[in-house]
Nanobody
Framework: QVQLVESGGGLVQPGGSLRLSCAAS????????MGWYRQAPGKQRELVAT???????NYADSVEGRFTISRDDAENTAYLQMTSLKPEDTAVYYC??????????????WGQGTQVTVSS
């Protein structure tokens, strides 16, 4: 059984910063790609950023240069550093991780989400 738990969301003023964390726990062999997605009210869930096990990163155009994804494999944790936040960044942010079983299988887990609200 594997769990992903996000933390770090909250209310911040435009131009402010937040750091989200996503901690994986349970029976983990290894974690491949990790990523952050977000869903605003009335909109589809969209990719924000991903990071591979090798550290390669990918960002949505809307957050490129403002957000930074990173990971600490010793802690099985991914981070999303968000700066220069805008009201349009308001959404529930979800963590996603791909877990390897060691026998060739990969399974995907999602966290429960953390609310980020950017407002004055």
């Amino acid at each position: 059984q594997v769990q992903l738990v996000e933390s770090g969301g909250g209310l911040v003023q435009p131009g402010g910063s937040l750091r989200l964390s996503c901690a994986a726990s349970g029976s983990i062999f290894s974690i491949d790609a990790m990523g952050w997605y977000r869903q605003a009210p009335g909109k589809q869930r969209e990719l924000v950023a991903t990071i591979s096990s090798a550290g390669n990163t990918n960002y949505a155009d809307s957050v490129e240069g403002r957000f930074t994804i990173s990971r600490d494999d010793a802690e099985n944790t991914a981070y999303l550093q968000m700066t220069s936040l805008k009201p349009e960044d308001t959404a529930v942010y979800y963590c996603r991780a791909e877990f390897s079983t060691g026998s060739g299988s990969i399974y995907i887990h999602w966290g429960q989400g953390t609310q980020v609200t950017v407002s004055s």
